[in-house]
């Protein structure tokens, strides 16, 4: 897993607790990293299923929660790290579309051993999208959460609802709707 997503949690983690309460938690996990991550190094995932469980832990939320609130904090970021990537998109459903065929592989250019989910649209209309998302990693809260974030990023109101197709959430259907 990409550096940038540690140092994203990180960045989030000590906004929202403190340097106190990440520095216990990095010492707490016992990483192989040491929690030392740079945003374009490359780390085993396991490590963020460690910070997650741990930090699930400690805060008394469930993982799946943690992780959608941090996919819409990681929107606003990659909006502000990666700024070409939204030029030209004034739909948040556009955009969702062009995750899979354009912003992840992008992605790819910049990071060629980055590991990516799988995004397919499985029925699209002008104000709904359904997309299948899969992926060996499992981090479908996460992808919650981003497509939350980009809602409201283009200020659109609307509901997303997940169905769970594989225990693990290796394989979910997201259902999103804009308000007409
Ligand atoms: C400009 C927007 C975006 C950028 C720059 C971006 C970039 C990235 C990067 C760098 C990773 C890490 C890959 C690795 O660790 O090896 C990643 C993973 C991921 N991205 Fe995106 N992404 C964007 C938008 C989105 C959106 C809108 C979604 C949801 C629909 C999404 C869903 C995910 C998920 C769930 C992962 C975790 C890997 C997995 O589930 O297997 N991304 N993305």
């Known amino acids: 897993m990409k550096g940038v997503i540690f140092t994203e949690l990180f960045g989030l983690i000590e906004q929202t607790q403190g340097e106190k309460f990440l520095d216990d938690l990095i010492d707490a996990c016992d990483l192989p990293s040491c929690g030392a991550y740079t945003s374009v190094g490359t ?3 396991s490590e963020m299923q460690t910070l997650v469980t741990e930090l699930s832990k400690r805060s008394g939320l469930p993982a799946a929660d943690l992780l959608e609130k941090f996919g819409f ?3 606003k ?11 030209d998109h004034t739909c948040p459903l556009h955009f969702l579309t062009q995750v899979e065929l354009v912003i992840h592989k992008e992605v790819l250019k910049l990071y060629p051993e980055a590991e990516l989910p799988s995004f397919n649209t499985v029925a699209k209309s002008t104000n709904s999208l359904e997309l299948e998302y899969r992926s060996k990693r499992g981090l479908a809260p996460l992808a ?3 497509i939350k974030g980009c809602l409201a990023h283009f200020g659109s109101m609307g509901t997303v609802t997940m169905e769970v197709w ?8 997201f259902k999103i709707r804009l308000n007409p």
């Open 43 to 45: 780390y085993n995932y």
């Open 73 to 75: 904090h990681l929107f």
């Open 77 to 87: 970021r990659f909006h502000l790290l990666y700024p070409n990537l939204f030029v």
């Open 144 to 146: 919650l959460g981003l």
């Open 166 to 173: 594989e225990e693990g959430y290796n394989a979910v259907l």
